[in-house]
């Protein structure tokens, strides 16, 4: 799905992906990773290109987000 559409996706998806991987991998780079899969990466790269984006509404302002991997539901979702 890297095409020149899904490159330009909205902000808020590429800006997710990245929030995802600093919240459960803050000591990438110091030697220090908590959740890294050897087969697919940190958790964020997952469900990258392989799910579609997310539609969330808050506070009246629609945003698309990108889903990230669930091991309690085994699948790319964009909630707990």
């Known amino acids: 799905m890297q095409d020149g559409v899904n490159l330009v996706r909205q902000p808020h998806d590429r800006v997710s992906h990245e929030l ?10 110091l030697n220090r990773v908590a959740w ?9 790269d997952i469900c990258a290109f392989t799910s579609s984006p997310a539609r969330v509404r808050r506070d009246g302002v ?3 987000v990108q889903r990230s991997w669930s091991n309690r539901r085994d ?3 964009a909630g707990p």
């Open 36 to 44: 890294y899969d050897r087969d697919n990466g940190e958790i964020a």
């Open 20 to 29: 995802l991987e600093a919240i459960t991998d803050p000591g990438v780079g």
């Open 62 to 64: 629609n945003y698309t």
């Open 75 to 77: 699948a790319c979702v």
